[in-house]
């Protein structure tokens, strides 16, 4: 893959290796399908009498669940190949989906969860797995066009949640007659057919054997013992894995739940919540792949803090609009200038380590991730439960600030897609 061609264009989609469009193409599919449990499966829970604490502790249950077996994963595909942990995924998928078209207990529905992230929003992640996703698609990419292509497969992630959002208003109607929990049956057909398809795709790819580590996807390129690389390589993945945390928090206590709170704050359902989700998706899509080419620019840096300064006055301004009109466009705003980075995050994240430690760096990034983010759920549905329906978004925002000025301050030096910035950062913190 040595043409540097934008993967926006034809062109340089085509340059890309065949294992990094499959790749691709079957995250976009798995994000059609969670974009439409975004925005449902809570709503299913609630019509089944699951109350806001017992959603919020379903989805602490899912995400502690799959940060442990992420870091799991990730170690284990860095020896053995990442192949072989997709497979497994899309195959438990269509297996945990069966069982709750068929046998739908709260146990079932509790280990689904928890195993596959239904109802978090994972943008087409393959729920623990996803380490060895992202690590095998790493390998698939040149470290000078990761910001890019990662900026462009999250933009096609987004768009597949914005398609799933717009199905989710449209697939509780499609069973005439069909009400409560039946009504949602095409959701997990949905997402049935989706991972059958993805298990098919997946298993038509070879996974190429790993290439030895280049000195530019390292933190330093100087000529140092491996470790002393590894020593390097850890620090950096412990101050990715403090910020992280403080920003998975903020964003857990608020963002699982937010269709069970429109529908607590102001009585709407599916049908108005969809449309919102999917235009909110659209929107991302867009705005992901410009800060992809704006990275290549000012750096990953500086393309992940600034939006996000935006994003934080309006979480605050959200749960005080007096209407669901206006919450909606607020939020489809905050929505866009705060996710539209998860690509340059992704690509910073996968170039502070060599490519037989990127399983384990995605996985502990996923880990620093998943724990907050899973405990955020029960918070904020205790706070819900309790009758309030600001302070969630308060102590979210307060968070997300955090995030803000520790990212930069802490991970600065990192930046090698701007190396100007990196060596200034890198000798301002030795003065």
């Known amino acids: 893959m040595t043409d540097n061609a934008s993967p926006y264009t034809l062109r340089g989609w085509r340059s890309l290796t065949r294992t990094a469009r499959q790749l691709i193409t079957a995250r976009f599919l798995r994000s059609v399908a969670q974009g439409a449990l975004a925005v449902d499966f809570t709503l299913y829970l609630k019509v089944r009498g699951w109350s ?167 933190p330093s390129s100087s000529p140092v013992s491996d470790a002393t690389v590894v020593r390097k390589e850890n620090r950096a993945l412990a101050l990715l894995a403090t910020v992280n945390m403080v920003n998975s928090l903020g964003v857990g206590l608020v963002a699982p739940l937010l269709p069970y709170w429109f529908n607590l704050k102001f009585g709407v359902g599916p049908t108005a919540i969809g449309p919102v989700y999917g235009v909110t998706f659209f929107l991302t899509g867009i705005s992901s792949l410009i800060i992809g080419r704006v990275s290549e620019r000012i750096g990953l840096i500086r393309s992940i803090v600034l939006p996000r300064i935006l994003g934080v006055v309006l979480l605050i301004a959200i749960p005080f609009m007096p209407s669901f009109g206006i919450a909606a466009v607020l939020y489809v705003v905050r929505s866009m200038v705060n996710r539209s980075s998860m690509g340059a995050r992704q690509a910073f994240s996968v170039g502070l380590v060599r490519d037989q430690r990127r399983g384990f760096a995605s996985s502990l990034n996923a880990v620093s991730w998943s724990i907050p983010a899973a405990l955020g759920p029960a918070l904020g549905g205790w706070l819900i439960g309790m009758g309030s329906l600001v302070l969630p978004f308060i102590a979210a925002a307060a968070l997300q600030l955090g995030y803000v000025v520790l990212f930069p301050t802490m991970m600065g030096r990192y930046d090698t897609s701007r190396k100007d910035a990196a060596r200034d950062l890198a000798a301002s913190s030795r003065t």
């Open 52 to 218: 806001a604490p017992d959603v919020g502790l379903l989805l602490m249950a899912g995400g502690l669940a799959g940060a442990l077996l992420s870091l799991l994963v990730g170690i284990v595909s860095d020896r053995v190949g990442r192949r072989l942990f997709l497979l497994i995924y899309e195959a438990g998928l269509m297996v945990g989906t069966a069982l709750i078209i068929f046998f739908p207990s709260a146990w079932i529905l509790v280990l689904s969860a928890a195993l596959f992230g239904f109802g978090r929003g994972a943008n087409g992640a393959s729920g623990p797995f996803a380490p060895a996703e992202q690590a095998w698609l790493a390998q698939s990419i040149p470290a000078p066009r990761r910001g890019s292509v990662f900026s462009f497969n999250a933009g096609l992630q987004f768009w597949g949640m914005g398609f799933g959002s717009l199905l989710a208003a449209i697939l509780p109607h499609l069973i005439p007659g069909a009400h409560g929990a039946a009504a949602y049956l095409p959701l997990f057909l949905l997402n049935l057919i989706m991972a059958a398809i993805n298990l098919v795709q997946i298993w038509g790819i070879a996974e190429a054997p790993r290439q030895p580590a280049h000195p530019e996807s390292t």
